[in-house]
Structures are given as structure tokens and as C-alpha cells.
């Protein structure tokens, strides 16, 4: 059964203070490795989609990356709009199955 | 684009009755819906697939019979919780796709909050 495991759980950094969230999975068949934002009491929103080892996109303070084994969210100077919980996912052949997520929280 | 909403956003109801949640996909046609549902400080699970016309698919452990779906149209999917009790108290999240070809990129609605009192 496909699996996804997120570290740290929860991630309090300081405004401007960088960090990297990690994503481990294993999976059948992997179609795409992705990334979303939640905020309290909402849905997921998109940011990236990987779909090969080595592949890297970026977005603002945001720059995921993609091995054979994990995938990293690294986020670069964050601001306290970046305080939300990141939820990895990873699609074989029908479903998203998601990581339990971490929620990062920025202090000014 | 690729706008998901649901309805309502907060349900509070008594233990033994039933509760409707829409899902709609307001300017594109979903060919597939998705329904999850999400603990506190737990992963999204999903729960059942729908295809428009057709029968959902549900995962193993979910019961078909209480969470009952309809995909009667392109743009809009329906679950409903029967008989509601206090252990289905989760928030509920829809998602659609546009098209069976790639269903990896799905797009999430705002989620509902159950409460079963």
C-alpha cells in the first residue's frame, strides 16, 4: 500500500529564518508527487506537481524537489502569511494518497 | 479558473439524521469527483470516486450504504451521511477533475465541517 510520511510534524520558524519540510513515500507506479497549502478549515490549494527524480519547481519563497525516495518543500526568508500546513500527496494509478502534513508557523 | 465550491460549509445535527453536502465545480466540467475526509491533525482519506452517470467507487472500509454519493451531472456531486452519529464528525472535502485522463490533478473545494451532536 502506498505510503507517505511527513517530518517534522509542526515547524515554527522566525520571519526570514529558511527551512525545509520533508516528504518520504513509497509507492507502485508513482504519476506525480504533490504539494498543497491548507489553511485552517479550508480545502487544499495547489502549489507543485513532480513527476521525475530530480525535477524542481519554485513559487515565490517556495522550491519543492523530487528524489526516487522523497521530496523536500524548502522555503526560503518566510513570512508569517507562509504559517499554513503542507500536505504532500502521491498518485499512482487512480488516487491521491495524502501525508498527515506540517504545519509551519512564522513569527514576525 | 477550476473553481470548486461546497455546500453548506458548517453542518451541526443531531445523532440519527442525515446530512446532504454539494459539491460543484462552477466553470469547468467534472468528469470525476472525489470525496475525502479529514481528522484533526490527520491526512486527507479518500473516501469514494464518482463518475458522472455512474455508480461511485467506494474505498475498502467505507461504507457504501451510509455514505451514499451521486454524480448526477457534470458539475455537481452529492453526499449524503445517513444516519449521522458523532464518530462521523470530520470535515469533509470534494475535489474534481476535468477530464479520466488525468485525475492526478484535482481540484479542491473549500470542505464542509460535520458536526453530529
Known amino acids: 500500500e502506498d505510503q507517505v510520511t511527513q517530518s517534522p510534524e509542526a515547524l515554527r520558524l522566525q520571519e526570514g529564518e529558511s527551512s525545509s519540510l520533508n516528504c518520504s513515500y513509497t509507492?507502485?507506479?508513482?504519476?506525480?508527487l504533490f504539494w498543497y497549502r491548507q489553511d485552517p478549515g479550508k480545502g487544499p490549494e495547489f502549489l507543485f506537481t513532480l513527476y521525475s527524480a530530480g525535477e524542481e519547481k519554485e513559487k515565490e519563497r517556495l522550491k519543492a524537489t523530487l528524489t526516487k525516495k522523497e521530496s523536500f518543500l524548502h522555503i526560503t526568508a518566510p513570512k508569517p502569511e507562509d504559517s499554513a500546513t503542507y500536505l504532500c500527496a502521491v498518485f499512482n494509478d487512480y488516487k491521491l494518497s495524502f501525508g498527515a502534513g506540517t504545519t509551519v508557523t512564522v513569527r514576525a | 479558473g477550476a473553481v470548486v465550491s461546497q455546500h453548506p460549509s458548517w453542518v451541526i445535527c443531531k445523532s440519527g439524521t442525515s446530512v446532504k453536502i454539494e459539491c460543484r465545480s462552477l466553470d469547468f466540467q467534472a468528469t470525476t469527483m472525489f470525496w475525502y475526509r479529514q481528522f484533526p491533525k490527520q491526512s486527507l482519506m479518500l473516501m469514494a470516486t464518482s463518475n458522472e452517470g455512474s455508480k461511485a467507487t467506494y474505498e475498502q472500509g467505507v461504507e457504501k450504504d451510509k455514505f451514499l454519493i451521486n454524480h448526477a451531472s457534470l458539475t455537481l456531486s452529492t453526499l449524503t451521511v445517513t444516519s449521522a452519529h458523532p464518530e462521523d464528525s470530520s470535515f469533509y472535502i470534494c475535489s474534481a477533475s476535468r477530464d479520466r485522463g488525468s485525475q492526478e490533478t484535482q481540484y479542491f473545494g473549500p470542505g464542509t465541517r460535520l458536526l453530529v451532536l
Open positions: 509507492v507502485s507506479g508513482l504519476r506525480g
